[in-house]
């Protein structure tokens, strides 16, 4: 049941109606137990997050995944019963990148819908996408997944053999294909730049304002610290992926006014091929004076995710710019965390202790609830502070005028 594509059309996310998948991830050497349970709850939450129910996993313990199928033989024959004996489930969802003879094997052999973890990132980001340049990132993104992945997806057109005589239309095919995916890879890349000049445009005209960037993992509480603090009505809702265009909002301090963006959520395992399509988006974290670096501390994977975001600031070239840490979620973590038994002080001290510790590990941080509005005003000192020294520095005179 090889896999249909039609090259340039634009989809629209997964089918409304509430889809059942098994999860699939294969434990490495190098990626124990424990790290690829993690992996797939994240897998899962990207699931429900595109519309679908997971009601199943599976593991299996490899050297390295198979060239043909991901996964062995018999973990496909496994995958293969459970689905006989399970009519909902329509698709299966594998939690790292597949190639497109993979893709096409395990379709053969399963019988179902099969999408791999780029590929579900770009259709949560293909029904998110609401601008005319969040929509070209996406398609291009679209593009350049499909590209490397031609051949092993027309396989009922590959040569059956070598040599003088045997090239058949199978190739040309593939070929002609390719060149198509070429072109309207070329053409999306053009419309960004003409996007992009005019958003360049649209930054000169802000003034001499600092710039603060909100960064940080997806669904951590940037678009609620947004709304919160500039009083805008961004969506904000516990999906991950909620915010994909880049929000600019003015806020004022007093007398003193900046500008406050929302950007992006970054996650783990984010295909390489996405991060390149959304830079120009996220020329807002590299254009800013000041990065608010926001992390739920009340995931049990939050030093993990810092990590993750840091190591793609860097790729984007940002990661020496000024940052305060803003771990939001304070409220949940004790009610994760905090034993009835404990008294005041003795949550008092555990929070200055773990503050201290984060202080010393990632910098000045502010421990908030966005949901709550704790340590809000706390967040804004600091915030004041750190965007007055900014000012001295970049506009001396917008000072002398508060």
Request: charged share 30%; net charge neutral; glycine share 6%.
């Amino acid at each position: 049941m090889a896999k249909e594509w039609t090259l340039g059309e634009k989809t629209s996310g997964l089918k409304k109606e509430t889809e059942y998948a098994v999860l699939v991830s294969v434990i490495t050497p190098a990626i124990g137990e424990t790290q690829a349970q993690e992996y797939l709850d994240e897998l899962e939450f990207l699931a429900d997050t595109a519309g679908a129910e997971t009601i199943k996993r599976f593991t299996q313990r490899l050297q390295h995944p198979e060239q043909r199928t991901f996964v062995g033989s018999g973990k496909v024959k496994e995958i293969r019963e459970y689905l006989d004996r399970h009519d909902e489930v329509t698709m299966v969802i594998f939690d790292d990148d597949l190639s497109g003879k993979q893709t096409n094997n395990l379709e053969e052999a399963l019988k179902v819908k099969i999408v791999d973890r780029s590929s579900l990132i770009l259709d949560i980001f293909a029904n998110r996408a609401q601008t005319a340049q969040a929509k070209t990132q996406v398609e291009l993104a679209q593009m350049k997944y499909l590209l490397p992945r031609l051949r092993g997806l027309w396989t009922h057109l590959e040569r059956q053999a070598g040599g003088i005589g045997t090239r058949g239309p199978g190739e040309t095919q593939i070929e002609t294909d390719r060149r198509i995916v070429q072109y309207r890879m070329k053409i999306l890349e053009e419309r960004l730049k003409e996007i992009d000049k005019q958003n360049q445009t649209q930054r000169k005209t802000r003034g001499q304002m600092v710039r603060v960037a909100l960064v940080g993992y997806t669904n951590v509480g940037k678009s609620t610290l947004l709304n919160l603090l500039s009083k805008a009505e961004v969506l904000a809702e516990n999906k991950l992926f909620a915010t994909l265009d880049t929000t600019v909002r003015k806020v004022v301090f007093g007398t003193m006014p900046f500008l406050l963006s929302d950007t992006v959520g970054f996650i783990r395992k984010l295909p390489h091929h996405l991060v390149e399509s959304f830079k120009s988006t996220l020329d807002e974290v590299r254009e800013s004076d000041i990065l608010l670096h926001v992390v739920d501390i009340a995931h049990p994977q939050f030093e993990d995710h810092i990590k993750t975001v840091q190591k793609t600031l860097q790729e984007l070239g940002a990661s020496e710019k000024p940052t305060l840490m803003v771990y939001n979620k304070i409220d949940l973590y004790r009610e994760r965390y905090f034993d009835d038994l404990l008294t005041k002080q003795e949550r008092a001290d555990i929070e200055t202790e773990l503050q201290e510790k984060l202080g010393s590990n990632y910098g000045e941080c502010v421990f908030v609830s966005a949901h709550s509005k704790e340590g809000i005003e706390q967040l804004r000192d600091r915030m004041t502070r750190i965007i007055k020294e900014c000012y001295v520095v970049r506009y001396p005179h917008q000072v002398k005028g508060w």
